[in-house]
């Protein structure tokens, strides 16, 4: 098993869909896992140490594991099938251990929130990960990064992080 960390949210420029990438440790293969626009905003909320006002479905889980006393204590994209990812969730109360399935959206948005490792599995790495995006690429994830941040800055009415999100996205536009 590999480590990764999830390096952000972004939209695939050519599907127009959200895509979460997963970076290993050297940041040399990134795996990009498509996502809903909901999971996208999930994950992007906890990347963004935003706390809503009431516990959303995996702010929700959090606290009924922590209540329960039990501890993510990993996350694994375990497997691939038919451009499917599968993965499991580690549970651990006293000595005892268990994997639970789940989706990875589901998975990452969790273990952002309990800070518990996520790992892909080798051989799902070697069928589905790139070589590090080409730089032409890295500036239209950027963009669509700060293109969301943008929306969510307008959406809760923080118009001036807005206006400095959008004069960002002109820069690096220009470039």
Same mark, same amino acid.
Request: charged share 35%; proline share 5%.
């Given at each position: 098993?590999?480590?990764?960390?999830?390096?952000?949210?972004?939209? #695939?420029?050519?599907?127009?869909?959200?895509?979460?990438?997963?970076? #290993?440790?050297?940041?040399?293969?990134?795996?990009?896992?498509? @996502?809903?626009? &909901?999971?996208?905003?999930?994950?992007?909320?906890?990347? !963004?140490? @935003?706390?809503?006002?009431?516990?959303?479905?995996?702010?929700?889980?959090?606290?009924?594991?922590?209540? %329960?006393? @039990?501890?993510?204590?990993?996350?694994?994209?375990?497997? @691939?099938? !038919?451009?499917? &990812?599968? =993965?499991?969730?580690? %549970?651990?109360?006293?000595? $005892?251990?268990?994997?639970?399935?789940?989706?990875?959206? #589901?998975?990452?948005?969790? +273990?952002?929130?309990?800070? +518990?490792?996520? &790992?892909?599995?080798? #051989?799902?790495?070697?069928? =589905?990960?790139?070589?590090?995006?080409?730089? !032409?690429?890295?500036?239209?994830?950027? %963009? +669509?990064?700060?293109? *969301?941040?943008? $929306?969510?800055?307008? *959406?809760? !009415?923080? &118009?001036?992080?807005?206006?400095?999100?959008?004069? $960002?996205?002109?820069?690096?536009?220009?470039?």
């Amino acid at each position: 098993m590999i480590r990764v960390k999830v390096s952000g949210v972004a939209i #695939d420029p050519v599907t127009k869909g959200f895509v979460v990438i997963l970076k #290993d440790e050297t940041e040399k293969r990134w795996l990009p896992v498509w @996502i809903g626009p &909901y999971e996208a905003k999930m994950i992007s909320l906890s990347l !963004e140490k @935003i706390k809503p006002i009431r516990p959303l479905p995996h702010d929700l889980i959090k606290n009924i594991l922590n209540t %329960l006393g @039990i501890i993510v204590t990993k996350i694994v994209i375990c497997n @691939i099938k !038919e451009n499917t &990812y599968f =993965a499991t969730i580690g %549970l651990k109360k006293d000595n $005892q251990e268990k994997e639970i399935d789940a989706r990875p959206s #589901d998975a990452i948005a969790l +273990a952002l929130r309990v800070n +518990a490792p996520i &790992y892909v599995n080798e #051989d799902v790495l070697n069928k =589905a990960s790139t070589e590090k995006i080409a730089l !032409e690429d890295e500036k239209g994830i950027k %963009l +669509a990064e700060l293109r *969301e941040k943008m $929306q969510k800055a307008v *959406e809760i !009415e923080n &118009y001036e992080e807005a206006a400095k999100l959008r004069d $960002q996205i002109r820069s690096l536009e220009k470039r």
